[in-house]
């Protein structure tokens, strides 16, 4: 099967990496053709344009940065009006459910199949293909397409409808939000009754509220320095898109509004986990 890869972000590189892995052909496209150097060394095949792309695949991935850049890619350039009859699109982008609804509305116009397919984790579970993969469409298209996601993930899940992979990114997120922000409010508190940062986190995660995110960003809150893995501009977006698909209740609301200010504070290129300047200077 041939397989088309459009965007090269940060986890676009290491997924379409790991379908190199397992054996599939994949041509990829990037704006930045530079970006595409190290999937090329590995065995890739560089797409001159969008049409040549889309025109020698059978399934296309897209994964690019929010909800203005895939309406563009898709609808600018006419990505459907160049599919064959049956193929599928898959984006793994992070938009909101409206935008994955209407693409798939497109698409059905063209008799090409589209599936809503966001990724909860960051980049180091890409890498180690441990992704979880959160799929919306048509469930036919899913059971045609779903091997593919094998190299990427430890599972992928359908859940319905066009737009259900994108609601559920978003679900995800909130609580991701929500609890960087309680592990930041529980150190920032200890901290001022006199309790050590190193201490208190040590107390989190050795006890029943102790998770992955704790434990992964114990170093960074300990050293005071937040290298992006998972931006924080992206989790200020997330939390917008889930605030304008559904009001959010009073603790996503006010992870929403911690992760705003935080953006407008200059935070946004930082990690995630950086919303605790943001809360250590209120």
Known sequence: MK???????????????????????????????????????????QGANLQELVESSDVVFTMVSDDAAVKSLYLENNLFGLAKEGQVFIDMSTVSPQTSRELFDEAQKFNAAFIDAPVSGSVQPAKDGTLIVLA????RAYEQVKKLFEPMSKMSLYLGESGSGSNAKLAI??????????????VLFAEKQGIKKEDMLTIISESAVGTAISKMKTPSI?????????????????????????????????AYETFQ???????GDLDVMAVIKQLADK
């Open 3 to 45: 397989l088309g890869w459009i965007g090269l972000g940060n986890m676009g590189i290491p997924i379409a990496s790991n379908l190199l892995k397992a054996g599939y052909e994949v041509t990829v496209y990037n704006r930045t053709a530079e970006k595409g150097k190290e999937l090329l060394e590995k065995g890739a095949t």
């Open 136 to 139: 919306g469409g048509e469930e």
């Open 173 to 186: 997120n909130l609580l991701l939000g929500i609890t960087v922000q309680g592990i930041a409010e529980s």
């Open 222 to 254: 300990l050293h005071n320095e937040y290298p992006a893995a998972f931006a924080l501009k992206h989790m200020a977006k997330d939390l917008r898109l889930a605030n304008e698909t559904e009001e959010l209740l009073p603790i996503g609301a006010s």
């Open 261 to 267: 200010q935080a953006l407008a504070n200059n935070l």
